[in-house]
T-cell receptor, first 115, second 113 residues
Framework: EAQVTQNPRYLITVTGKKLTVTCSQN?????MSWYRQDPGLGLRQIYY???????DKGDVPEGYKVSRKEKRNFPLILESPSPNQTSLYFC??????????????FGSGTRLTVV | AQSVTQPDIHITVSEGASLELRCNYS??????LFWYVQSPGQGLQLLLK??????LVQGIKGFEAEFKRSQSSFNLRKPSVHWSDAAEYFC???????????FGKGTRLSVIA
């Protein structure tokens, strides 16, 4: 089944403890992206990647890192999480053109709580 | 840069009633337009999309949307709402070339008996 898989689904952590949220897609998509979703603010893009070893900042990149060493994986790294990073995170992928006519396929989300 | 406005934050409809969710976009050329649905605890699922041709597009779960260039709108409709349609709905706009999708802030739909 074609899908984007995120892990974990739920995570509670403490301030300052490094964490990684994994994202993997099995559709051979070039484009991958991370969003956070907060009440009243909708979806905001954190980082995106056009292909392997090509990443760029989205609208809210502060406090996050990403890497794209393989086409299928696009992990989101929080080196020193803070409570304002408590949010619902989504990974998305697309065949090309940052969406274009295909739109995005989304993962099921990761609910992160930083205490 | 493109933008999307969903004027209604929250809508409540009765089961069996018709539904229309509004979406207005801003984009300098012919846009690609999408509606996504997010059920509680789930990711976003593509309902339908428009990129050319017939301005009335059909999607999954009995939804349809109409592209009106003159009004810069892409409203989502359903003739008879089911309780399972309760969810958050997002409109998104994209374009040709290196243009990312831009999402609206979403409309939450509640369905009452």
């Amino acid at each position: 089944e074609a899908q984007v898989t995120q892990n974990p689904r739920y995570l509670i952590t403490v301030t300052g403890k490094k964490l990684t949220v994994t994202c993997s897609q099995n559709m051979n998509h070039e484009y991958m992206s991370w969003y956070r979703q907060d009440p009243g603010l909708g979806l905001r893009q954190i980082y995106y990647s056009m292909n392997v070893e090509v990443t760029d900042k989205g609208d809210v990149p502060e406090g996050y890192k990403v890497s794209r060493k393989e086409k299928r994986n696009f992990p989101l790294i929080l080196e020193s999480p803070s409570p304002n990073q408590t949010s619902l995170y989504f990974c998305a992928s697309s065949p090309m053109d940052r969406g274009g006519i295909y739109g995005y396929t989304f993962g099921s989300g990761t609910r992160l709580t930083v205490v | 840069a493109q933008s999307v406005t969903q004027p209604d934050i929250h809508i409540t409809v009765s089961e069996g009633a018709s539904l229309e969710l509004r979406c207005n976009y801003s984009y300098g050329a012919t846009p690609y337009l999408f509606w996504y649905v997010q059920s509680p605890g789930q990711g976003l699922q593509l309902l339908l999309k428009y990129f050319s041709g017939d301005t009335l597009v059909q999607g999954i779960k009995g939804f349809e949307a109409e592209f009106k260039r003159s009004q810069s709108s892409f409203n989502l409709r359903k003739p008879s709402v089911h309780w399972s349609d309760a969810a958050e709905y997002f409109c998104a706009v994209g374009g040709r070339g290196n243009t990312p999708l831009v999402f609206g802030k979403g409309t939450r739909l509640s369905v009452i008996a």
